[in-house]
């Protein structure tokens, strides 16, 4: 894989959070029953830097929840034989609640299926929504996000690369393409 382009750096990154921040507390009216739930792996990071941010402009902490679809994906299968299940701790009632699913990259829209399957299987909040740092459009599915950082068409021969400092000691968001 060769890097094609930024589309991100670091201060790129926190005023695209701190917009939709922003944005989830208007369409919300507030934090009351709301929860941000980060789709495993790098959804986690970026829900608790949403719920960070929504607590310094309302002065109210948000609950964040960690969601593992693992064992919801249609490609399990593909997975291997044994894959590797981080667990989901969303450790509070979801019924009725103002639900936010938070991933990095929204493409064909199926782990945003298996989310919420996964959500579902835990109880009937009030309604699911869905914010994502990046959308990359090629949609599988007819599911699009609530709140999205930034729109970058791209060609299925290009991966959208999410990093964070959380997890790889940087925040950029980079092209990169498969040169074959």
């Known amino acids: ?15 695209s959070l701190t917009r939709i921040a922003h944005e989830i507390l208007e369409k919300n009216k507030g934090v009351e029953d709301l929860i941000l739930v980060g789709i495993r792996r790098r959804g986690v990071p970026l829900a608790e830097r949403l719920a960070q941010l929504i607590q310094d402009i309302e002065g109210t902490k948000v609950r964040v929840g960690k969601l593992d679809i693992t064992l919801y994906r249609d490609d399990l299968t593909a997975l291997g034989d044994q894959p590797v299940v981080h667990g989901t701790e969303i450790p509070w009632d979801i019924v009725g609640k103002r639900l936010v699913l938070v991933d990095d990259v929204l493409y064909t829209g199926r782990t945003v299926r298996a989310a919420m399957d996964a959500i579902v299987d835990l109880g009937r909040p009030q309604y699911i929504q ?51």
């Not at 950082?149 to 990093?163: F, Q």
């Open 1 to 15: 894989m060769i890097e094609k382009a930024k589309i991100l750096d670091a201060n790129g990154m926190r005023r």
């Open 130 to 180: 869905l914010a994502v740092l990046i959308d990359r459009g090629h949609r599988e599915l007819p599911i699009r996000a609530d709140f999205v950082g930034k729109n970058v068409p791209t060609s299925r021969r290009e991966l959208i690369h999410v990093k964070l400092t959380e997890i790889d000691g940087e925040d950029e968001v980079v092209i990169m393409e498969n040169p074959e």
